[in-house]
């Protein structure tokens, strides 16, 4: 799997025990931190593409699409991320 694009950045994460999630936008609780967050997309057209998302001090999760665009769509929806971000 190739590196297709990159972008980085910040989002309010919300850490769990053994985890992390995107927080919503009212959650005021002490585990939301405002953190980096590198983002890529890899793949191919074959076999799909995953959206890998690593908030600093977190580990990776991924998202699998059909097409680029469909990733690049979930990243701006969850993480505000805009299409001239990326690189």
């Known amino acids: 799997m190739s590196v297709i ?3 980085a950045t910040k989002a309010r994460i919300r ?11 009212d959650d005021e609780s ?6 980096a967050v ?3 997309i890899v793949g191919s057209k074959k076999n799909g593409y995953h959206l890998l998302m690593e ?7 991924d998202s699998h699409y059909e097409s680029i665009s469909e990733a ?3 990243a ?7 299409s001239t971000d990326w690189v």
């Not at 850490?15 to 936008?25: C, P, S, T």
């Not at 002490?30 to 953190?35: A, P, R």
């Open 55 to 61: 908030p600093k001090g977190c580990f990776v999760a």
């Open 30 to 35: 002490k585990y939301v931190k405002n953190l």
């Open 15 to 25: 850490i769990l025990k053994g985890g992390w999630q995107v927080a919503e936008d």
């Open 38 to 40: 590198n983002l890529s």
């Open 76 to 82: 701006r929806d969850s993480l505000g991320v805009n």
């Open 72 to 74: 690049k769509k979930d």
């Open 5 to 7: 694009i990159k972008c």
